[in-house]
């Protein structure tokens, strides 16, 4: 499986950004990211066919997970971005029965990552 994520760059507080994906075949995808100094967290994830998708609690109402498979591509829709946004942002396979734990060791493949910043 490759991933190759895209669209970081830099935005303003308040702004929006839209990440995308690119997976080869279909697969549960799920988006990470990872501050400065802090640990790897889960953002949000969505099944194969785009029917389900969840989210952690912080991202809820802010962030939106969305796919079109017809071109193997995943979006994480960032809207409302705040300096503590900031990070880089992975995409990840699972091909695990709990892709929707949130919990990074039920994905197995991992794109680059991409880097996002929020200035003030």
């Known amino acids: 499986v490759q991933l190759q994520a895209s669209g970081g760059g830099l935005v303003q507080a308040g702004g929006s950004l839209r990440l995308s994906c690119a997976a080869s075949g279909n697969h549960y995808i799920g988006w990470f990211r990872q501050a400065p100094g802090k640990e790897r967290e889960f953002v949000g994830a969505?099944?194969?066919?785009?029917?389900?998708?969840y989210y952690a609690d912080a991202m809820k109402g802010r962030f939106t997970v969305s796919r079109d498979n017809a071109k193997n591509t995943v979006y994480l829709q960032m809207n409302s971005l705040r300096p503590d946004d900031t990070a880089v942002y992975y995409c990840?396979?699972?091909?695990?029965?709990?892709?929707?734990?949130?919990?990074?060791?039920?994905?197995?493949?991992w794109g680059q990552g991409t880097l996002v910043t929020v200035s003030s």
């Open positions: 969505i099944s194969w066919n785009g029917d389900s998708t």
């Open positions: 990840a396979v699972s091909l695990s029965a709990t892709w929707y734990s949130g919990n990074e060791y039920d994905y197995k493949f």
